[in-house]
């Protein structure tokens, strides 16, 4: 009998909550990360499947198999809860793995496998029983509810419960969290004062004119680390976290490309750094880079644009923020309910400690918080570029774009994206943009994602240092 049972918990339980599952997620499983949080809902969901199993076979005398049911009515254990405790079990299993690797195609699954238990149980199980169990089975029914509630009253109260309960569970874990990170990891550069808040400097190298690093969304001081420390064995190289960014304290309210260009400003004034400076730019970093150029002119003797965006483009840019901004703003709040870490949209996972270290500092809720200040100030910052004055014409300029759109954006977006147009266009952008200087030039740089200076940093390095050539 026992041999029965076990084997039936395996055909059954053991392929719809386990082998399946794993098989759909089977990319992530191999190589990717586990969100170690889907351990809650897997360890409880097998634990409850066990305990009815087991009630199957001693209260019962049967199993959990149609072809071997059990002889008497379950009412002990989880049954006095619930008629159906066994497919609340494997739901909870479901999402456990939907959660462990960030598969949507398992949570479709567990979708799809509810619906099937629900109707299985309204229409097989339940009138089998009514005819099995004549006289326990009524008495049994009125009294146990089919899933967990009695009533509407009580589906309405449990909803009630979790708007309240889940949320405030989401900012406490979120504190936690971001608490754990700001101990685990300290700013390895110098906090500066720009006035009433702080970014974090961090500078490598000796020599001049200085080269600054204005990365891409979501990088840090610590990005593009090759490149940095290649450029450092001739000159001194300086990157910072803009405001939200990294290390660096958020600043108040909406934050446009004229802002982030003051805030440079200031950096480099109380840093004490030497100006004129050579600025490496990548993707959204681009903006800021040409503002400074353009607003600051004096103190900048040379661009590197690496797949950057720039101000050719920014009326097309308007237009997509009718959904980048709800994006970035809806982001931005399910970010302070610890959601973005739970998602790890950018696949991030927990696999080195450059990873963990990059999870801990793009999950908080700051940079969200700044993509979502820098979409609603979008239409401020077409307004300052139409104002500021020209870039200079003579100015040293090296633009690049990328050869694929790999690390353009979350792979979860990309998905929804014409990616092809989005290439097509910033490509375009680069040409222009190289043309607004007598002395720019353009050149795609082969084998390299949209974050080139992290994908082929011995590109980077030499299109500097040629450009350091030329200066000097």
């Known amino acids: 009998m026992i041999g029965r049972a076990l084997l039936a918990f395996a055909l059954l339980p053991g392929v719809v909550a386990f082998l399946v599952p794993l098989l759909l997620s089977w990319p992530a499983l191999r190589d990717g990360p586990f969100n170690w949080i889907a351990l809650v809902p897997l360890v409880l969901g097998t634990g409850l499947l066990v305990w009815c199993a087991r009630d199957f076979y001693v209260r019962g005398k ?5 072809w071997a049911p059990p002889r008497h009515l379950v009412d002990t254990g989880p049954y006095r809860v619930s008629r159906n405790p066994m497919y609340l079990a494997v739901t909870a299993i479901l999402i456990g793995w939907a959660v462990a690797f960030a598969s949507s195609a398992v949570l ?31 008495r049994y029914a009125s009294r146990v509810p089919r899933w967990l509630f009695r009533s509407r009253r009580a589906v309405a109260y449990a909803w009630l419960a979790a708007a309240v309960i889940l949320p405030l569970g989401g900012l406490i874990y979120e504190a936690y969290a971001d608490g754990m990170a700001g101990l685990e990891y300290t700013a390895p550069g110098q906090m500066v004062d720009i006035g009433g808040r702080r970014l974090h400097l961090l500078c490598i190298g000796t020599g001049a004119p200085t080269v600054i690093f204005e990365a891409a969304s979501f990088q840090t001081a610590l990005s593009s680390s090759q490149a940095r420390e ?26 446009s490309s004229g802002d982030l260009a003051r805030d440079l400003a200031v950096l480099q004034d109380r840093a004490h750094l030497p100006w004129p400076f050579v600025i490496v730019a990548s993707s959204i970093g681009g903006l800021t880079a040409e503002m400074f150029a353009r607003q600051f002119p004096e103190r900048v003797a040379g661009l590197v644009f690496l797949d950057a965006a720039n101000s050719t483009t920014l ?24 959601l973005m870490r739970l998602l790890d949209p950018f696949a991030f996972g927990e696999a080195t400690e450059d990873a963990r270290r990059s999870a801990a500092l793009t999950y908080n809720s700051r940079p969200w918080g700044q993509m979502c200040a820098m979409a609603r100030a979008l239409p401020r910052s077409i307004e300052e570029f139409a104002a500021a004055p020209p870039l200079r014409g003579d100015i040293p300029l090296r633009v690049f774009s990328a050869s694929s759109a790999d690390e353009m954006m979350p792979p979860a977006v990309l998905r929804f994206v014409d990616v092809e147009a989005l290439r097509a266009l910033a490509r375009d952008s680069h040409q222009r943009f190289a043309k607004q200087s007598s ?4 050149a795609e740089i082969p084998d390299s994602t949209h974050l080139i200076a992290g994908s082929q940093p011995e590109a980077v390095a030499e299109a500097v240092f040629g450009l350091l050539d030329e200066i000097k």
Not at 235 to 240: A, E, K, L, P
Not at 317 to 329: D, G, I, N, Q, Y
Not at 439 to 442: D, I, P, Q, S, V
């Open 62 to 66: 049967g199993t959990l198999a149609p």
């Open 439 to 442: 002395r720019g030039t353009w």
């Open 315 to 338: 009326n097309e840019r308007l237009e997509w923020s009718a959904w980048v901004k709800p994006a970035a703003c809806t982001s931005s709040a399910l970010s302070r309910f610890g």
């Open 230 to 255: 290649r450029i450092a064995s001739r000159t001194t190289v300086c990157s910072y976290d803009r405001s939200g960014m990294g290390f660096s304290d958020p600043a108040p309210g909406d934050v």
């Open 108 to 138: 479709v699954y567990a979708v799809v496998v509810m619906v099937a238990f629900h109707l299985r149980v309204v229409l097989n199980e339940e009138p089998w029983l009514a005819r099995t169990h004549r006289e326990l089975w009524p």
